[in-house]
């Protein structure tokens, strides 16, 4: 904790940037308590941890905070607050709002009266809890950010592959359609913007990593832009290369003996997949569906309407949970409307069967628009 009551019945809110010799005069010299137990509180400042204040023993309002104080969580919380008190907006550390029982780490409230809570997220959180904190503040009228905690594997800007935990892809944001995540890394002071998400496969993806400096964000926060046609011709070169890493190596493996249905596929459709058509295994929104490299599934399509005759122009509705159910993959209504556009985005490329050439450029066109159009 952050905050707490003097003596006096005023609120303090402790500062890291404070003289060390402050800090220890303010400990000797004045009691501290908690505004929701009103408990004396020990004043602790260590070489471990930013100062902060914390329970003599486990209490019950440990429950209400969003989870253990870590360094990085205090950290955070301490500079996302000085960020909209530089900003002069209206914000209030560890406020508990009585009616729901909860505690954010910041409410805040911007200059029209409309209320935020602001959570900055280090510890993993169940979706439940997630949906049952977000019904609490929405019946409050106030509208949740969640900020997780920068991922450490992402150090960097640029176009590139990163992974990302279920537990920071449920904290995706969405504006104008384009949808981001918003994380924050308190050592370096900045948020990284997580955007563009082309799925690869398990957790991997490629993706647009944007930073800026807290001192330098604003609020409401920094919305990503959509991405130019030369930073999509750095996505599609990548995805390219990872594409044919992933069928390289599954070629590779076959050799020391694994029977791999999808070298089956490629050898009855007569693929070379080394250089396959640029359309089996495109990027599409939504892949992550599908649970699968696109490619995998793009070529079972293919496959699957060259053994059962079915032209892929009539591939709709019905007949694709019929190709979900045959290629073993999740038969859910996204899914289905990740093969449909697939199917879409083919006849528009004027593609009937899986040994057409196409020119890059056209296809090109074709992605940039899907991944704009969202
Ligand atoms: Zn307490």
Same mark, same amino acid.
């Given at each position: 904790m952050?905050?707490?009551?003097t003596?006096q019945?005023?609120?303090?809110i402790?500062?890291s940037?404070?003289?060390?010799?402050?800090?220890?005069?303010l400990r000797?010299s004045?009691?501290?308590?908690?505004?929701?137990?009103?408990?004396?509180?020990?004043?602790?400042?260590?070489?471990?941890?930013?100062?902060?204040?914390?329970?003599?023993?486990?209490?019950?309002?440990?429950?209400?905070?969003?989870e253990?104080e870590?360094?990085?969580?205090?950290?955070?919380?301490?500079?996302?607050?000085?960020?909209?008190?530089?900003?002069?907006?209206?914000a209030?550390?560890?406020?508990?709002?009585t009616?729901?029982?909860?505690?954010?780490?910041?409410?805040?409230?911007?200059?029209?009266n409309?209320?935020f809570?602001i959570?900055?997220q280090?510890?993993?959180?169940?979706?439940?809890?997630?949906?049952?904190?977000?019904?609490?503040?929405?019946?409050?009228?106030?509208?949740?950010?969640w900020?997780?905690?920068?991922?450490?594997?992402?150090?960097?800007?640029?176009?590139?592959?990163?992974?990302?935990?279920?537990?920071?892809?449920?904290?995706?944001?969405?504006?104008?359609?384009?949808?981001?995540?918003?994380?924050?890394?308190?050592?370096?002071?900045?948020?990284?913007?997580?955007?563009?998400?082309?799925?690869?496969?398990?957790n991997?993806?490629?993706?647009?990593?944007?930073?800026?400096?807290?001192?330098?964000?604003?609020? /409401?926060? =920094? @919305?990503?832009? %959509?991405?130019t046609? #030369?930073e999509?011709? $750095?996505?599609?070169?990548?995805?390219? &290369?990872v594409k044919?890493?992933?069928?390289?190596?599954?070629?590779?493996?076959?050799?020391?003996?694994?029977?791999?249905i999808?070298?089956?596929?490629?050898?009855?459709?007569?693929?070379n997949?080394?250089?396959? /058509?640029? =359309? @089996?295994?495109? %990027?599409?929104?939504? #892949?992550?569906?599908? $649970?699968v490299?696109?490619?995998d599934? &793009?070529?079972a399509?293919?496959?699957?309407?060259?053994?059962?005759?079915?032209?892929?122009?009539?591939?709709k509705?019905q007949?694709?949970?019929y190709?979900?159910?045959?290629?073993?993959?999740p038969?859910?209504?996204?899914?289905?409307?990740v093969?449909?556009e697939?199917?879409?985005?083919?006849?528009?490329?004027?593609?009937?069967?899986?040994?057409?050439?196409?020119?890059?450029?056209?296809?090109?066109?074709?992605?940039?628009?899907?991944?704009l159009?969202?």
């Open positions: 952050l905050a707490a009551y003596e019945n005023e609120l303090f402790l500062n940037s404070m003289p060390l010799a402050t800090l220890h005069l000797k004045k009691k501290f308590y908690c505004p929701l137990c009103k408990q004396q509180l020990l004043f602790k400042i260590g070489s471990l941890k930013i100062p902060h204040f914390s329970h003599f023993s486990k209490s019950h309002c440990d429950d209400f905070f969003s253990r870590s360094e990085t969580h205090l950290k955070g919380k301490e500079q996302l607050y000085n960020l909209f008190k530089a900003l002069n907006l209206d209030k550390l560890e406020a508990y709002i009616t729901i029982q909860q505690r954010p780490d910041i409410l805040l409230k911007d200059d029209d409309s209320m809570a959570e900055f280090c510890s993993s959180i169940s979706k439940e809890s997630l949906i049952r904190r977000n019904t609490g503040y929405r019946e409050e009228n106030i509208s949740p950010v900020i997780p905690n920068t991922p450490t594997n992402i150090t960097r800007s640029g176009i590139q592959k990163i992974s990302l935990s279920k537990n920071v892809q449920q904290f995706t944001l969405c504006s104008k359609h384009l949808p981001y995540i918003m994380t924050y890394n308190p050592t370096v002071r900045q948020f990284f913007y997580i955007s563009n998400l082309i799925f690869l496969q398990g991997s993806f490629l993706s647009k990593v944007q930073t800026i400096s807290v001192t330098h964000q604003q609020f /409401p926060f =920094y @919305i990503p832009k %959509p991405i046609p #030369n999509f011709k $750095q996505f599609l070169l990548i995805y390219k &290369q044919h890493n992933y069928v390289q190596k599954r070629v590779l493996l076959s050799r020391s003996g694994v029977n791999d999808f070298l089956r596929r490629a050898y009855e459709l007569r693929l997949l080394l250089s396959l /058509p640029y =359309y @089996i295994g495109i %990027p599409l929104i939504g #892949n992550e569906e599908l $649970q490299f696109s490619v599934w &793009q070529l399509l293919f496959y699957f309407v060259y053994t059962t005759k079915i032209e892929l122009r009539h591939m509705g007949t694709i949970y190709f979900l159910r045959w290629a073993k993959l038969e859910t209504s996204r899914a289905k409307d093969v449909s697939y199917c879409r985005l083919l006849e528009e490329l004027s593609v009937q069967h899986s040994y057409q050439s196409i020119h890059e450029k056209k296809l090109f066109d074709v992605l940039y628009n899907h991944f159009a969202i």
